[in-house]
C-alpha cells in the first residue's frame, strides 16, 4: 500500500494544471466585480457602436437603388432605414467618428473582459443542464461575434480594401448575430452585476469569478482596471484624432489618414484614393471632358466653361469616410445640385440622382443620391475648393459635395448625372 494523502496531494497538483479545474486559474485580479466593472463599460460602449454602426448603413440610402446598396440580402435587417438627412453638416464625422473609434477604444476592455471570464469558458462538463447548454452557445456566438467584428473592422479601416465588396456584408450578418447573443448574455446577467457594484461580494465563497487558489497578487484590481483604461485611452489618442486638423491629427498614428496633413495648400487635406490609384488620367479629365445630364428635358453634354456660367455657390462642409477619419470643413465652389435637377427636367430641382465617375472599375464609381440631398442648397457639384481648382486627385473637373453624407457618396470625377426614374 502506497501513502493515499501523498498521492492525493500529486494529483490534486495535477488537476491544477488542467484549465477545466478552476483551480488552474490564480490570478486574485479575477472576480465578479473585476468583470462587472468591464462588461458595464462594454454594454455602454457596444450600444454606441452598433447604434452608429446601423446609422451609417442607413447613411448609404442603401433602399434608394442598387449601386448603394452593398448587402441586398439584407432581408428585413433593413426594416428601419430611413432617408439620411442632410444636416446637420457634421452628422456623419460624428456618427462615424463614434463608430470606429469607440470601436477601436473598447479592444483592451473586450480583450480584459474575456480574460477575466476565461475559467467560466473552459468549465466542465460543458452542458451540465439545457439550459446551460444555451448558455454555452450564446456564449461561442458572443466571443467569436466581438472578435469577428473587431477583427474585420479593424482590417476594413488599416487596409481599406482587404475584402472588397464582401466587407459590408461581413460586418452587418455578423453584428445582428452578435447582438443577439449580446442582448440574451446583458439579460441574464447585467442584475448579478448591479448588484455586486452597488452592494459588494457579501461572501467571498459566493463569487464564481475568483480563484479557489489565489497566487500573491502582483497588482490590485484597481490597478489592473486602471491598466485596461491606460491602454484605451492610448488607443484613443492615436486614432481619435484622425477626426481633427493639426496636432490630434499627427498623434493619430495608428490610422490612414492620421499623420501630416497632405500639402499645406488649397488641396491639402486628406484624399481616400488618388487619381492614378483607380486609373484616372490626365485625359479621362483634360478638354475633351464632358458633364452629361439626363432626365425628362433630354440629355445634354456641358463643358467644364458651361458649369463654370451657371450661378455658382459655396458651402462649407466636412468629407467624412466611413473609415472614420474625416476633413473639417473645406470652402467648395460649384453648382448647386438642384439646378442641375432643374435643368435637367424636374422644375422643382428635387429628383433622385445616379452619378457616375469617368472612373471605370472599382467600388465607388458611381452613387445613387436621395433628392432631399439633391434639393439641399448647400449639396454641390464642386468644381473648386478653399480658392482654387479641384485638384486631380479631389476630383477635378467636378465632383460631389453633399452636407451630412457619407465619404463615399461624394463621387469624383464626375461624368454623368441622371435625374429621376431611379
Ligand atoms: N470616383 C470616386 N469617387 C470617390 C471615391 C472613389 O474611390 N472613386 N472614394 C470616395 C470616398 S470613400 C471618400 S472618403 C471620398 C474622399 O474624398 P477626397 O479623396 O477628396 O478626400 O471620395 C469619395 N469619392
Ligand atoms: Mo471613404
Known amino acids: 500500500m502506497g501513502d493515499p494523502p501523498r498521492r492525493t496531494a500529486r494529483a490534486r497538483l495535477r488537476a491544477r494544471a488542467i484549465p477545466s479545474n478552476p483551480a488552474f486559474w490564480r490570478s486574485p485580479v479575477r472576480g465578479v466585480r473585476f468583470t462587472a466593472v468591464l462588461g458595464l463599460v462594454l454594454l455602454a460602449g457596444i450600444t454606441v457602436v452598433f447604434v452608429t454602426g446601423l446609422l451609417s448603413y442607413a447613411a448609404y440610402n442603401p433602399d434608394l437603388a442598387a449601386v448603394n446598396d452593398k448587402t441586398p440580402e439584407k432581408g428585413w435587417l433593413g426594416f428601419y432605414l430611413f432617408a439620411w438627412p442632410t444636416g446637420p453638416p457634421w452628422l456623419y464625422r460624428l456618427t462615424q ?114 480563484s479557489p487558489a489565489p497566487a500573491e497578487p502582483t497588482v490590485s484590481r484597481r490597478g489592473a482596471l486602471a491598466m485596461v483604461g491606460a491602454g484605451s485611452l492610448l488607443l484613443l489618442i492615436t486614432t481619435g484624432g484622425r477626426s481633427f486638423d493639426g496636432v490630434p491629427r499627427r498623434l493619430a498614428l495608428l490610422t ?80 448647386r445640385l438642384r439646378d442641375l435637377a432643374v435643368r435637367a427636367g424636374h422644375p422643382d430641382g428635387a429628383a433622385d440622382v445616379l452619378v457616375e465617375s469617368v472612373q471605370r472599375a472599382g467600388p465607388f464609381r458611381t452613387v445613387a443620391l436621395r433628392d432631399n440631398q439633391v434639393r439641399d442648397p448647400r449639396s454641390l457639384l464642386a468644381l473648386g475648393v478653399n480658392g482654387a481648382d479641384l485638384s486631380l ?30
Open 97 to 210: 467618428g463614434l463608430h470606429v473609434t469607440v470601436g477601436v477604444v473598447l479592444v483592451p476592455v473586450v480583450l480584459a473582459k474575456l480574460w477575466s471570464v476565461i475559467p467560466k469558458l473552459f468549465a466542465l462538463p460543458p452542458a451540465a443542464s439545457p439550459a446551460r447548454a444555451l448558455e454555452r452557445i450564446s456564449l461561442l456566438l458572443l466571443v467569436g461575434g466581438v472578435l469577428f467584428e473587431l477583427v474585420t473592422g479593424v482590417l476594413n479601416i488599416q487596409l481599406e480594401y482587404l475584402f472588397p465588396g464582401s466587407f459590408y456584408p461581413l460586418h452587418f450578418y455578423g453584428a445582428w448575430v452578435f447582438m443577439a447573443a449580446f442582448l440574451a448574455h446583458v439579460g441574464l446577467k447585467l442584475p448579478r452585476a448591479l448588484r455586486v457594484l452597488r452592494h459588494g461580494v457579501t461572501r467571498p465563497d459566493t463569487d464564481e469569478l475568483a
Open 256 to 335: 490612414p489618414r492620421g499623420g501630416a496633413e497632405p500639402g499645406s495648400g488649397p488641396d491639402g487635406f486628406q484624399i481616400n484614393k488618388t487619381a492614378a490609384s483607380v486609373g484616372v488620367t490626365a485625359a479621362d479629365t483634360g478638354d475633351g471632358w464632358r458633364l452629361t445630364l439626363v432626365g425628362p428635358a433630354g440629355e445634354f453634354r456641358l463643358t467644364r466653361a458651361h458649369l463654370l456660367a451657371m450661378d455658382q455657390y459655396d458651402a462649407a462642409l466636412p468629407i467624412a469616410c466611413v473609415e472614420g477619419w474625416s476633413t473639417s470643413d473645406q470652402r467648395w465652389r460649384g453648382v
Open 393 to 422: 486627385d479631389h476630383g477635378y473637373p467636378a465632383r460631389v459635395i453633399v452636407p451630412a453624407a457619407p465619404g463615399v457618396m461624394n463621387t469624383k470625377w464626375v461624368t454623368r448625372m441622371t435625374f429621376g426614374g431611379l
